[in-house]
């Protein structure tokens, strides 16, 4: 089974501010990686899919990077609705998930 | 407007069963990869299943041989057949389409 690994486990940032979120996996996933945010008692939110490409209606602000074992979302501008915990899942072998970073506002 | 509604979720004693229900509406439930993902209280999330459009079905390790996934093609709804239930289980149980569209989710609670 792939282990992902997500840090840091909570992110405290101020409106404006950038913010990067990492994910690192047990061995390579090539780019079959997604990323998720789920805010309390909602359903989780496809953010980027294949390491990199953003789901329809996504905002700009959200961007995905990394290939093989290493992956990073960042959050350019951080606004109050992204408060939220992060997910990353890899398709490459079966699908798995990360533990999730919270994201705060301050 | 696809849509996907839970149902079926409740409380269940150690040992029994529960089917949960994800009802589709504004697509084909065939013509779609659909997956069943949970979520124990305060906890991550876990894949529980994935159906493909040929109906190739493949389960997590930890449901093997107890949960199986059916559709009901007339209905255009798919079920989670969930058997021989532990603790562990207790989890909110979504559907989703192409891991794009979800659920809001159904809560199932195992205990005595």
């Known amino acids: 089974e792939i282990v992902l690994t997500q840090s840091p486990g909570t992110l405290s940032l101020s409106p404006g501010e950038r913010a990067t979120l990492s994910c690192r996996a047990s061995?390579?996933?090539?780019?079959?990686l997604a990323w998720y945010l789920q805010k309390p008692g909602q359903a989780p939110r496809l953010l980027i899919y294949?390491?990199?490409k953003r789901a329809p209606g996504i905002p700009a602000r959200f961007s995905g990077s990394g290939s093989g074992t290493d992956f990073t979302l960042t959050i350019s501008s951080l606004e109050p609705e992204d408060s939220a915990v992060y997910y990353c899942?890899?398709?490459?072998?079966?699908?798995?998930f990360g533990q999730g970073t919270k994201v705060e506002i301050k | 407007e696809v849509q996907l509604v839970e149902s079926g979720g409740g409380v269940v004693q150690p040992g029994g069963s529960l089917r949960l229900s994800c009802a589709a509406s504004?697509?084909?439930?065939?013509?779609?990869?659909m997956s069943w993902v949970r979520q124990a209280p305060g906890k991550g999330l876990e894949w529980v299943s994935a159906?493909?459009?040929?109906?190739?079905?493949f389960y997590a390790d930890s449901v093997k041989g107890r949960f199986t996934v059916s559709r009901d093609n007339s209905r255009n709804t798919m079920y989670l057949q969930m058997n021989s239930l532990r603790g562990d289980d207790t989890a909110v149980y979504y559907c989703?389409?192409?891991?794009?569209?979800w659920g809001q989710g159904t809560l199932v609670t195992v205990s005595s």
């Open positions: 899942q890899q398709r490459s072998n079966w699908w798995t």
């Open positions: 294949d390491a990199s």
């Open positions: 061995q390579s996933v090539s780019s079959s």
């Open positions: 504004g697509f084909t439930l065939t013509s779609n990869y």
């Open positions: 159906t493909f459009t040929d109906g190739r079905t």
């Open positions: 989703s389409k192409d891991w794009v569209d």
